[in-house]
């Protein structure tokens, strides 16, 4: 039991019954299916307590369904015998050539009934039993996937059992087809259960809607030890031990009976294709023994020790089916973004921004299929319209807190707009973490932590839904399936900020692990300029994409000389004939403009006693203040802040490390005089990467409530500072601009240059007319004064 991601859970839910049978019954019907021979063998267990040997008949029926056209293939009938207490029988079922196989694209099901007649001592008796199943194969091919000899890649979200009116997850096919639905509709074909496995009405509808699951159990601790004492062993299930002669129950016998039981339910279920034993766990003999044991139990299913275990040491374990993991060595990554405690190189918040990265080298001399650990992670600020939802067990009183927060801080009323600009910035840095798997060839998925918001481990609010699985407005599930789907057209460039003195260079390819190749496709591109209007066009193909590839497509090849910079532009990339397409934007700047000083403007890193007197005397100062000297700051991010910055800023303060920088990206006006030259959204964006990475944005708490920055960067839920990037105040007779972007240092990329010629045509302008003024001694303690 754990509060911090679940809740608490103390009960039996679901349907509990007793079930009569005649003394002779089915106990157990198991399916074992293997689609390229398309027969299934089926395992009986036979129960009998009459004391006497029985004789009889097992018939066996078969027909498809959730299929256009169901199909009834036949009776097989065998002569029995059952001995003793308890028989086991078994048989091979051939429902011949026409049966449908089971996968994403055509989750066709067969349901297989069983009749038993028998006869024991004069006494006649009979048993029913139905079971479902589908014909598939899911198997490894060395570092690959595959599902029916197909290859198969992992579209998968993380469901942490969160359920918040109910606390607890549903136990009716409706409720986990709304729940599954939802995830098909953004573009997903997987779900891993962390830490839990999910009741049979979970099963039932992702058999159903053709979704693939990892279940794991319930198991999160890395202790493995054996506990402290036997009152502790009897009960406590944080502790893996291997099995003793001891009447203590250890946590390695617990793990064998409810991995063997979860088998014996739910294993028949073609949706159930892996398992593991828990979440971020270490690595003992005891974890071996499971896993292998376990594969000779039930060979449904694929088999590996855990999610990420061993991730501050991360190595293979020998014997798994498969590696869920963020890193596959030390400096090996296979997702984007870390707490910087666990590694600082993540390619979005750390390398200049393209779409070339992929994770090629971290997985080509790893043996088994690779699948990306908990990728994603960008928080969200909070959404205060979620707290009316709360009507059933639990209270949103974390977001009831950040509320006050926020409002003691005066900023309630932009909390909408936080919520929407740090949403579409985590949106963002999702797609990316999304697509840099996607493209790379030979991975086998990854894990999205997640569509949906977590209210645990001190509120981690990063994803595109709330914890309702309701849309919060931040991007539309057709928007997200663009570059999250079965088939991806995908473009890779070296960057995204270009000149009209360049030729745009890219190359197509598609990411394609549909059902099938896709012989004569074309894709087409165009380069669309902000009207919407077509800059260029162009069609590559026809040619052959092939299934379980990232298909190399072709270049093009476009001169910017004729585009009207500074622009934003939009690629779009279509395949013709089909659903899938995919855009990028991109920005493009003239090479050179004017970033002269205009007359009666000083430009300073100090507020010091020249750039005073100039602004008593009615001028107008520009200052880019020196980072070394602003006291009252923070250090300058792109990414929204990973997962819950609490959280992870007291790791940084257990680890002494400086700790993360706790932003969530920034709101801004783009229509505001002060950007009228410097294209952008209301929303960071990749034009804005190098920029705020060379920022310290300044702490403005002491400034009046309704003093607003500029470009005013978004803090989080603990802190609420009010941070300003570009603001701006009347000082005396004089008018001061404040950037706390080092833009000087920056002038040899383009949009540094253009953003600077932003801000000197606006200051030289008559729409440089600050309505605030702060106050002097504020302004002398955030700002550098005369140099020491």
């Not at 928080?379 to 926020?406: C, H, M, S, W």
Request: proline share 7%.
């Amino acid at each position: 039991v754990d509060e911090r991601t679940q809740s608490n859970w103390n009960g039996i839910i679901g349907r509990i019954e007793l079930r009569a049978t005649d003394p002779i019954w089915l106990e157990d019907v198991q399916i074992y299916p293997d689609a390229a021979a398309k027969q299934a063998r089926v395992r009986v267990i036979i129960g009998n307590i009459t004391g006497q040997p029985a004789t009889g008949r097992l018939a066996a029926n078969c027909e498809s369904f959730n299929v256009a056209r169901p199909e009834n293939f036949g009776k097989h009938s065998m002569e029995i015998r059952v001995e003793g207490r308890r028989s086991v029988l078994e048989f091979n079922y051939q429902p011949g050539d026409t049966v449908p196989l089971w996968d994403e694209f055509n989750p066709a099901l067969l349901r297989l009934e069983l009749t038993l007649e028998t006869s024991a001592g004069g006494r006649l008796c009979t048993d029913r039993w139905t079971a479902s199943f589908g014909l598939r194969d899911f198997k490894r091919a060395g570092p690959r996937l595959q599902i029916n000899g197909r290859t198969v890649f992992l579209r998968g979200r993380i469901d942490c059992a969160n359920y918040p009116l109910t606390g607890y997850p549903p136990m009716d096919k409706d409720g986990w087809r709304r729940v599954l639905s939802i995830i098909k509709d953004w573009g997903l074909n997987h779900v891993r259960f962390h830490s839990w496995c999910p009741p049979e009405a979970g099963f039932a509808a992702a058999d159903e809607l053709g979704i693939y699951f990892q279940v794991e159990l319930p198991n999160k601790r890395s202790a493995f030890k054996a506990p402290e004492s036997k009152e502790a062993a009897r009960w406590n299930a944080d502790y893996l031990d291997l099995p003793s002669s001891g009447t203590n129950v250890s946590l390695f016998d617990y793990a064998l009976r409810e991995g063997e039981l979860i088998f014996r339910h739910f294993g028949n279920h073609p949706s159930f294709v892996m398992f593991t034993l828990g979440n971020e766990l270490g690595r003992n003999p005891a974890m071996f023994e499971l896993v292998s044991h376990f594969k000779k139990r039930d060979p449904r299913h694929l088999y590996a020790q855990g999610s990420n275990n061993m991730h501050w040491e991360p190595s293979y374990a020998d014997g798994d089916d498969f590696w869920v993991t963020c890193k596959t060595g030390k400096n090996l990554p296979v997702r984007g973004a870390f707490f910087s405690g666990d590694y600082s190189n993540g390619h979005i918040e750390n390398r200049p921004p393209s779409t070339l990265v992929d994770y090629t080298q971290s997985i080509k001399d790893v043996p088994v299929p690779v699948i990306s650990h908990e990728i994603g992670e960008f928080e969200v600020t909070p959404d205060f319209r979620e707290i009316p939802k709360y009507t059933g067990v639990l209270k949103a009183r974390n977001l009831e807190i950040f509320r006050q927060r926020l409002k003691d801080a005066n900023m309630l009323d932009l909390s909408h707009e936080f919520m929407r600009a740090s949403g579409a910035l985590a949106a963002i840095c999702t797609r990316e973490d999304i697509e840099a798997a996607i493209r790379t060839p030979g991975l086998a998925g990854f894990h999205w932590l997640d569509l949906q918001d977590f209210p645990g481990q001190g509120t981690a609010l990063v994803g595109m839904l709330n914890v309702f699985m309701e849309s919060k407005g931040i991007i539309s599930p057709e928007q997200w399936r663009q570059f999250c789907s079965e088939t991806v057209p995908l473009l890779l460039m070296e960057k995204y900020t270009w000149t009209t003195a360049e030729t745009f260079n890219g190359e197509i390819k598609v990411a394609h692990y549909g059902a099938a190749d896709m012989p004569n496709s074309r894709l087409t591109w165009t380069l669309n300029d902000g009207d919407g209007s077509a800059v260029a066009t162009g069609v590559l193909g026809p040619v052959t994409i092939k299934q379980g590839e990232v298909f190399p497509v072709g270049f093009i090849h476009v001169p910017l000389g004729q585009i009207k910079a500074p622009r934003k532009l939009h690629l779009v990339l279509a395949l013709d004939g089909t659903r899938y397409r995919n855009s990028y934007d991109l920005w493009v700047y003239p090479p050179k403009v004017d970033t002269t000083k205009p007359a009666n403007v000083i430009i300073t890193d100090r507020l010091d006693g020249p750039a005073q007197q100039h602004l008593n005397n009615g001028g107008k100062v520009l200052l880019f203040p020196r980072h070394d000297e602003l006291k009252h700051s923070v250090k300058g991010a792109f990414a929204t802040d990973f997962w819950c910055w609490p959280m992870f800023a007291r790791a940084a303060q257990q680890r002494k490390l400086e700790p993360p920088p706790g932003t969530q990206g920034f709101l801004c006006n783009p229509g505001h005089p002060a950007l009228a030259e410097f294209p952008t959204e209301f929303h960071s964006n990749w034009q804005w990467w190098r920029l705020v990475k060379q920022s310290r944005p300044i702490i403005l708490d002491e400034t009046p409530a309704d003093y607003r920055p500029i470009i005013h960067v978004i803090d989080n839920f603990a802190r609420n500072h009010k941070l300003g990037l570009l603001f701006e105040t009347k000082a005396g007779q004089g008018k001061l601009l404040i950037c706390a972007i080092d833009l000087p240092a920056l002038q040899d990329y383009p949009e540094a240059r253009q953003l600077m010629h932003s801000l000197l045509r606006y200051i030289d302008s008559p729409a440089f007319a600050p309505t605030s003024e702060l106050d002097r001694n504020l302004l002398s303690k955030l700002l550098p004064g005369n140099a020491p």
